[in-house]
């Protein structure tokens, strides 16, 4: 009695799990290809002794979802203006975004923040998600 209760429970966990659709129909993960920073910096400008400084930032994503946008990336616990998509290929999408350090020209610097350098992004529904980056480049001056 215990082995055909046992065969049954096995040939019905069989059965579910080959017939689930739910992972084997799944878009493939977005993931971040390279992550690639540069530091800038310029002499004070109208007569002030605050240099202009910063680092601007280009990200290859590979599986761009098609209804997300761009909102930040967060480098150095830096948060970016608003990036944006500077091309878009079939596989890839190339997000360009800049971090103001010190500026005598802008009143407003890039915000502080307390995360981990990460890409933020929002659907067409509303939710707000993000994807972490784990490995940054410098850029070829």
């Given at each position: 009695m215990k082995t055909s209760i046992v065969s049954f429970l096995?040939?019905?966990f069989a059965v579910v799990s080959c017939s689930s659709t739910k992972h084997t129909t799944q878009k493939p993960e977005m993931q971040i290809v390279t992550a690639k920073y540069a530091k800038w910096s310029?002499?004070?400008k109208?007569?002030?002794d605050v240099p202009e400084k910063g680092v601007d930032i280009t990200l290859t994503v590979k599986n761009w979802p098609d209804s997300a946008s761009?909102?930040?990336v967060i480098y150095n616990q830096r948060k970016s203006s608003k990036p944006k998509?500077?091309?878009k290929t079939d596989s890839t999408?190339?997000?360009n975004a800049r971090i103001v350090i010190a500026s005598s020209l802008l009143?407003?610097?890039s915000d502080d923040v307390a995360l981990s350098d990460r890409l933020v992004y929002n659907l067409k529904d509303g939710q707000t998600q993000f994807i972490e980056i784990e490995n940054w480049t410098r850029m070829q001056e």
């Open positions: 096995l040939l019905l310029d002499p004070p109208q007569n002030s761009p909102s930040s998509m500077t091309q999408v190339v997000i009143v407003k610097t």
